[in-house]
């Protein structure tokens, strides 16, 4: 790599981050090991990234809220989350900061480095939607594609960036089935198997904001795609 690519390792385990920080430094990346949450804030604020890597279980200020930090400052920046945690509810958790995916300890460092490789190509991928205005309908919800923000009645849900645009791209081709191809595309710029069970927990998430209009549904065509089916 001429063009270093800087990565921010916020990991508490010195062996782990160590040799991960090694690792990823004998693979051409320039890698800021932090300790602890707040030192990881403080390194963000301070210096530009293209990728971070976050434990979930830090000192201080843990790996979720300082993944929503990340993304008041940074809409765009992959995150990958280090954990050791298996329960649904707590991937959730994670994607609801806005993360893009997560590695589950004990991990290979070539997974880790393919997962990474996918994330700064489609990084790289300009995005091409086109819709004609910014406030769309969706039963009951309003959906503001520009601002992230979700509203139904009084209430406004602000979603992540990586939820706005898949459900933009469901919008765009209401009930008809999107292949899973199409929107792994147009959001992430990769069909790759790990972002794809990344859509799937976005797609959780999505469904659980869409939940108070019974006419709104998302319908799941197993290895094929999704429809977003919205009534004329």
């Keep these: 790599m001429t063009n270093k690519t800087k990565i921010l390792l916020v990991e508490d385990d010195h062996n782990l981050g160590f040799v991960v920080k090694d690792n990823l430094t004998l693979k051409g990346y320039e890698v800021t090991l932090c300790k602890d949450g707040e030192q990881g804030e403080k390194e963000f604020l301070n210096s530009r990234f293209q990728l971070c890597i976050l434990d979930v279980m830090l000192p201080k200020k843990d790996g979720f809220s300082l993944a929503r930090s990340i993304r008041t400052t940074d809409i765009d920046v992959p995150i990958l989350f280090l954990t050791a945690k298996t329960m649904t509810d707590d991937k959730l958790e994670g994607f609801g900061t806005g993360a893009d995916d997560y590695i589950t300890k004990p991990f290979s460092l070539e997974e880790l480095y393919c997962r990474l490789e996918v994330f700064l190509k489609r990084n790289k991928t300009p995005k091409s939607i086109t819709i004609h205005s910014n406030s769309l309908s969706i039963g009951k919800y309003e959906f503001d594609s520009t601002n992230f923000k979700l509203t139904f009645q009084n209430n406004i849900k602000t979603l992540t960036a990586?939820?706005?645009?898949?459900?933009?791209?469901?919008?765009?081709?209401?009930?008809r089935v999107l292949k899973r191809q199409e929107i792994l595309m147009a959001v992430w710029g990769d069909d790759d198997y790990f972002l794809g069970r990344s859509l799937d927990v976005f797609i959780s998430k999505i469904r659980k904001y869409l939940k108070h209009d019974p006419l709104v549904q998302i319908t799941n065509f197993h290895g094929v795609g999704f429809k977003l089916e919205i009534p004329e």
């Design 162 to 175: 990586r939820e706005a645009e898949i459900l933009k791209q469901l919008y765009i081709h209401r009930n």
